[in-house]
């Protein structure tokens, strides 16, 4: 057990000292210095952040970039290019890309609707699925009623409602 005189001393040493912060209520030794021959493991290089931020897009921006991304892929375009060619047949502007990227958005728009529709045809399904089972759990749940538990006993109409059902309220002696 400590005295307390040690125990305030400790006090003081941690409200004096400046490493740690005022209402840590300890202090610690100051760790040793590595040695020079010590091995240090550091982390791996990590790949580069990349500078712009990756966003997805939506409507007409995701379509062009689609577009522009199947350009490079199928086609051997650079990125600029593909992006050029994509903007200039969009705002229908002369373009020596205009026929490839036509046929590329046919063919974007081709996969999109068969996806599309295999989708749909799924979902449908699920709905028409999850429809059926809802009938029959209200149809059951019909067919059994409420439980006991829950049901209230119908109000007494044979006194107002203000009146107890267990006679006057007894009078408290003095």
Not at 19 to 24: E, F, G, K, P
Not at 25 to 45: F, N, S
Not at 82 to 106: F, I, Q, W, Y
Request: net charge neutral; hydrophobic share 40%; charged share 20%.
């Amino acid at each position: 057990m400590r005295s307390t005189d040690e125990v305030l001393e400790q006090i003081d040493s941690a409200v004096d000292d400046w490493t740690v912060s005022a209402d840590a209520m300890r202090c610690t030794p100051a760790p040793a210095p590595a040695p020079a021959d010590a091995v240090i493991h550091r982390v791996p290089d990590l790949p580069p952040v990349p500078l712009v931020p990756v966003v997805r897009f939506t409507g007409p921006a995701a379509a062009r970039a689609l577009v522009a991304l199947r350009l490079v892929d199928r086609h051997g375009l650079t990125p600029g290019t593909a992006t050029s060619a994509v903007r200039a047949a969009a705002n229908g502007e002369p373009n020596p890309h205009l026929d490839l990227v036509s046929a590329e958005a046919e063919a974007a728009a081709a996969e999109a609707t068969q996806y599309g529709s295999h989708d749909l045809a799924a979902l449908i399904s699920a709905i028409q699925a999850a429809t059926t089972a809802m009938k029959q759990f209200s149809e059951a749940c019909r067919t059994v009623g409420p439980h006991p538990a829950y049901c209230k006993p119908p109000r007494r109409r044979d006194r107002p409602a203000w009146q107890s059902p267990y006679g006057p309220a007894h009078r408290r002696r003095h």
